[in-house]
């Protein structure tokens, strides 16, 4: 079992930056690919970036590429969001998922485990 904590949302003036934390728990939570999937309000929740156990190979959604980056600490479990040139668009709830495969995949149905999520807001 791994738990998720998100955390780091806010409201932002567009062109601002944020930075989210995903704070992970469990035995072998350091062993899974990480992820970050998005909501906006009235939307279905999509792909934002994943990142592989390692921290070598990361994906991105051609939306967030050149503004977002993930990362992650295996010392202190915990996968960041870092969040540049943020625009009105980007408001959404924000989810860290855990994945047992090994590839950071786009799919939700890749993730098993999620977190409660963070709400960030960004204003024009």
């Known amino acids: 079992q791994v738990q998720l904590v998100e955390s780091g949302g806010g409201l932002v003036q567009a062109g601002g930056s944020l930075r989210l934390s995903c704070a992970t728990s469990?035995?072998?939570?350091?062993?899974?690919?990480m992820a970050w999937f998005r909501q906006p309000p009235g939307k279905e929740r999509d792909f934002v970036a994943a990142?592989?156990?390692?921290?070598?190979?990361?994906n991105y959604a051609d939306s967030v590429k050149g503004r977002f980056t993930i990362s992650r600490d295996s010392g202190k479990n915990t996968v960041y969001l870092q969040m540049n040139s943020l625009k009105p668009e980007d408001t959404a709830i924000y989810y860290c998922?855990?994945?047992?495969?090994?590839?950071?995949?786009?799919?939700?149905?890749?993730?098993?485990?999620w977190g409660q999520g963070t709400q960030v807001t960004v204003s024009s």
């Open positions: 998922a855990a994945s047992g495969y090994s590839n950071p995949s786009d799919s939700q149905g890749a993730y098993v485990f």
């Open positions: 990142i592989d156990w390692s921290g070598t190979y990361s």
């Open positions: 469990g035995r072998t939570a350091s062993t899974y690919t």
